[in-house]
């Protein structure tokens, strides 16, 4: 064991390590060395390996110290020769950093302790050397804070009380009527220090350490253990990690920004994160720690002279004030820029992304602390996977992998411009049920959001939840906020397949109708009041922001073509209008996986005769309804499948329960029976019988068809006439006819006849024929269990995994935002499962039905219609199982097309 | 093929076939054999083999008329020679009676055509022979109806027509001004013949066979088509029997009852069909048909002399009457009785089951037509299974299998007399939701039931539906009547557990709680009225009606204990007081497998700390309240587990949605908040905000103890603290903590670390320990996919398949209501799958749960608590799949150890 390699040193453009050596050094320590080995200036340092944290677990630390003890003094001492300076010393002292550091990130691991090595007398010759007494004692009380936290684990005693150091640090600040840090003089900072190790004592019993060599030895060990606190092992635990992995330490030496004139501190990307832009941008300032840029107590400038000039153009600062107040880097340190924009240019070009990094500059000299592939937006990902591409820079593969399908929403919806997310202020959260950024004046009712965007106002429709009469208030409102109702409730749903942005299930917020007010927390907010909805995040703002429809660019399109020449899944839509299919087909659906002919029905004045048919006492009175409402299918089929030319469309047959059709309110009931000339009291007494203790498990999809034979008759009769009419045009209508909810293979077949006999009839009516498939929605879990003996008689299965989560887990989408959120939070569950399919358990079924299926009919279709289809990770599932195609609505096709595309690099 | 035999003749004591070539003869015909074999006088006859309905099927009438053409001819000479009687004769012509027969019965076939060879010609013979010209012609005209409607398939033409021979029949009795067809004249029943075979002609368009053989050949082939028409081949479908098996034809002799004073009729029994009593038994008519018997025309005799005696005491007949108007027939044809008699011991102790027979005498001559294994009621199946055991005619097994589980619960219940059925007027039927008889006045409130009940009426609870808080007016009520909720609803599910008589979702009643009204059809009965409910059947009664409580024989508790001696499976039962462990106990339960600790929480004043719980704001509140909970639970626990005495007792944490605990009516809110002290604006926002769409799939079980911990907390540590109370007293208690709703690994982890922390917590304050087991209920889909996860926590396993149904479906067992008749009518399910367990799907899931828990833990114990613990084809299955035990409502246990011991033996 003694001979093992167990600390690796880097620095001066040596390592012995590098970027591939992750397992053994963690990701960060890898990443250290590779920097040094391409020659960008990293302040040297040390790694102690993982396998030594497997080492201290089993054989604890007084053994593990003397396994390492020489390789760490060497590898100081090989430190303190590179800086010329000296740990411990009294003159001119060393400090270090140390960070954990596994292979990957990790939630609950240590975090980093600065400043190590000052104690009261080194803190002293950093103060002479630097010249700053000031920054000398900061530093130190920072060190004492820092390591009094994470290495000797200093806690709040009670829930009152906050980190006790900073209890100090208030009460110090408030008896100086000090606002903030910086307000406080030397003497303050040297009294804080002493208070600082007093509590220590006072509460640990011991003294904080002295010796530098006992620091660094704590906060190593601190590392190590910080691998098996709670956090960190049931983190493992759920990304099925292994213990055996264990974390690195990296240990550097301490570089300071704030050392003088010489000196300065920033951040930078080598292209726009925003825009994807391939321009170099950053910010920096003189005489600062890296905190300071973050923290905006100084304004960071411009590092490059076009930046400066930009920024300059939008402040309306002109030349003279901003080269004398704003000067960039570029101007303040031409030499160091240079070296700078160099590095960032060699680093992009070797890690081959777009970098995100941290320099300091230490008296004219420039050392980079970090680098790392940058955050970015969605159209900036796609830019600079598209222009990487074309650069050689990256394959096509690398160019389609780079793009998180997530971030597509972004390039397809409206967004809050900067400047206004800048002073926006968050009143609440709710669900981000459908994508996009909306903003207007609240209203209540359907019926005044009709009225006011008529007077060419702009609302926000607020619903405690939403219902079908509502569908025209929505279609005229910017958005839709709801305080109940899930990811898949009725307002998200149908928001989604309008392309129109939704905060749903925003729980802690009241609304009250007959006030017209919309309450969250103390606040009070009135009809006509203007608030604005974040759709992507769930963000709810207070007041008017500005808002940009962003611009699908050229590289989007090449990006789309990219993913079609890589995927093997097929991407259809959920759209139920000519115009959403219109609009899916635009972003390359490949067909329709799920027409909801329901939604047809409210449309207009449709819902009266549907109302009829409900309402009808006998059969003849629901053909009769039913006979006013054919030819309104039958035209609205004919505009889809026109506008799909060719293109398989999948009607699903009537599924809602019937009560979503009638009107819940009396004063409502009381209009209907008017216009159908029937007892007030008889539509209340139906309406009433059509009540259900669980709407989702009761009467509906295929047992509607069931028990009214009728409507199925009807709707196949539009499904196929539309087809035959067009047929006669020339056109191709390539019909899929689906039966919801199917339970049993009786069901099926009960279904299926009457759809078979309906077709033959009007086959022979019109002397002519069209092809056509049945098959049906998996929904049920029932229905995996057995779906070898549908697929006998079934030509596609579409998974409806919506449905099927829900009883599967056994989740009202409705109602489980009461417990949901506390589930994620708590990582009882990984991730919503009607976000994210539930592979474990929905997944089983899924790939169940489909093994079984694909036995009983080797020709079977398999989709999924779930709004699963549209998530990315469940579309990666989908490829996995071997569906044939995933079906989402419109505006999430892009999005799933990419995802698809990756599954199939993956 | 020419060489096979096809015919099988019997009769004057021989047969070419026997009881045990059901295949080839069909059941009745194997039987006829095998009366004949064993010397009982049948009317002589001849089976065509079911391997003929094949050929049928095959070749056609044209072939198979060939093939058996022969062998018919000869059999009908024998059929003549041993009657004397021949064929198509014009002096004494023999008749013939035409049945189908496969090996086992079947609705769709063919019924019996009668009276088979009469034409114009013949019937003037018979006519002339029998001296009865009345006889012969109502004979002949039924032919003609019977041959018309089976053979010939004469159809009503439209829905509004009845049975077209029907609706001439009443036209004449209408324009004779008769009541029934016997005041027609011997003139009206020609002209009815002739009337019959015009309409034959008119609309068939072809003439009513006149010919015999004809005749006959008409009626063998129409029994092979019956086996090929729409609902035989269902039938089988549905039950997987092959097209293959086909059916047998029985030809016989007919033989007349009504040939004059010589002559009788009459059916009769081995035992007694109502008491099981050893007591041969019957009715007859002289010079009478089997019809008339049935019809009630005239009012049948007793067969023997003690019977006539009885009968007479019971009517206040004296003895001379009764010899003179009602003899027995042992009295009016002494030498004949003895006959019967004999015959009847002989076939009892052939078949070694009481038996049910019909018998015809011709002319002083006795002739069996029938023999099977007679129908009788629980309480009789009991009695001769016990007895003929003792008798030594059966054996143990076989006893055991001679009784229906199902039919024990007539033994367990109040049930009505036979003379208060005799008058009963059903008025409308529901749910035979919770067994026994209930008589009592009409009430629509919980409340009204408590103060009438004091007042020592005995009442009717009618409700729309239940709810927790009617518990206390459903516990005085004799029965329960609901309009909505199905076998498993909450008023079906309270009730069974108190064995009370419930009759629930009677769809077509309707209460209006205003008026205090309900409504069947179009009439009215008000609170007071007197009803009367069949729990057993869910008929409900007009009136009071009398019950009777039934007696447990000695008998009963023979069987049970044979029961355990054949068992495998353990029998539980669902109990959550003290007084139902103790009767489930006394019915033999060996532990509890369900306890429900919400039913706790609405007994006496307990409701409100409860609800003051559910209102608290944050959790110190609710714990304040929990407290108050803590020592009332407790002792509930003491109680049971006292009751058990060292039985398991498995302990249900909180289930329900917290909305069930709170009052809905205004009123009600009020006077919580005044209780309270808190503003009702709060109370109804609280219980507004409980309100879910889907409740079923909301808020409940185990997610109510994730996200309120402290309640797990209370439970757990009542449950111990109770455990160690007893411990105390030397009473062990066996505890098995049940988590509900489990659908992950880690919602388990979770409730088992609250429950392991406060059980250690509790036995450190105590300073003792006791043994128990955490476990969870198995009831969401997606536990049964993850059951290996799942076991490797969990000691245990209790099945709860009422929920697992529901979501395995989709089905709401409280909304199934709207089409579960329609999809059970129409064998789009073979039976209700919340009474029985439906194999295929929900029993696909146990089965893999159950597989998959066995292999991540040998020693899972397995159990079922849903309702269908308690049905007795559910509990086979139960045996099957290799569950330890079934838990079931204490009235269910004796039923479920029943079928438990026949699954072992089958």
Known sequence: MKDKKRVYLFGDGKAEGNAKMKELLGGKGANLCEMNLIGVPVPPGFIITTEVCTEYNALGKEKVKKLIEAEVKNAVSVIEKSMGKKFNDLKNPLLLSVRSGSRVSMPGMMDTVLNLGLNDK???????????????????????????????????????????????????????????????????????????????????????????????????????????NDRAVYYRKLNGYPEEWGTAVSVQAMVFGNMGMTSATGVCFSRDAATGENIFNGEYLVNAQGEDVVAGIRTPLEITLEGSKRWAKLQGVDEKRRKKEFPSLEEVMPELYKILNETQKKLEKH?????????????????????????????????????????????????LMRVEPKKLDELLHPIFTTEALKKAKVITKGLPASPGAATGQIVFFAEDADKWSKDKKQVILVRIETSPEDLRGMHVSQGILTARGGMTSHAAVVARGMGKCCVSGAGNIAVDYKARTLTIGKKTYKEGDFISLNGSTGDVYEGKLATEDPKLSGDFAALMKLCDKHTKLGVRTNADTPKDSAVARSFGAQGIGLCRTEHMFFEGDRITPMREMILATDEAGRRKALAKLLPIQRKDFEGIFEAMKGLPVTVRLLDPPLHEFVPAEKKNQEELAKMLKIPAKQVAQRVDSLHEVNPMLGHRGCRLGITYPEITEMQTRAIIEAALNLKKKNIKACVEIMIPLIGTVTEFENQE??????????????????????????????????????????????????????????????????????????????????????????????????????????????????????????????????????????????????AAAQAAIK
């Open 122 to 228: 080194t803190v002293e010759a950093l103060a002479k050397k630097s010249g700053n007494e000031r920054f000398a004692w900061d530093s130190y009380r920072r060190f004492i804070q820092m390591y009094g936290d994470v290495v000797m684990g200093m806690k709040p005693k009670s829930k009152e009380e906050h980190d006790p150091f900073e209890e100090i640090l208030d009460e110090m600040k408030k008896s100086r009527k000090a606002k903030n840090d910086t307000e406080l003089s030397v003497k303050d900072l040297k009294e804080l220090v002493t208070k600082f190790k007093a509590m220590v004592k006072k509460r640990l019993k011991k003294d904080f350490p002295t010796d530098p060599w006992e620091q660094l030895y704590g906060a190593v060990y601190a590392v190590f253990e910080s691998w098996m």
């Open 351 to 399: 890690y081959k992304d777009m970098q995100d990094m941290e320099f300091t500059i230490e008296d004219n000299k420039l050392w980079m602390l970090q680098t790392r592939n940058g955050k970015r937006t969605g159209a900036s990902q796609v830019r600079i996977a598209m222009e990487m591409l074309k650069e050689k820079m990256i394959d096509e593969k690398t160019a």
């Open 753 to 898: 006849k009457i759809i078979r006999d309906t077709a033959e009839k009007v086959f022979k009516e019109k002397k002519d024929k069209v092809d056509y498939l049945v098959g049906t929605m998996i929904e049920i879990p029932r229905a995996c269990l057995i779906a070898d003996q549908i697929a006998a008689k079934a030509e596609f299965f579409s998974f409806g995994t919506n449905d099927l989560t829900q009883m599967t887990f056994g989740y009202s989408r409705d109602d489980a935002g009461k417990f949901l959120p506390t589930y994620t939070d708590t990582k009882i569950l990984p991730a919503d499962p009607f976000q994210t399919i539930d592979q474990n358990g929905v997944g089983q079924l899924v790939e169940m039905a489909a093994t079984k299926g694909k036995k009983a009919r080797k020709t079977l279709k398999l989709g999924i219609c779930g709004e699963h289809g549209g998530d990315p990770d469940s579309v990666v599932f989908c490829h996995k199982v071997g569906l044939t195609y995933v079906s989402c609505s419109p505006y999430r096709v892009p999005i799933a097309r990419l």
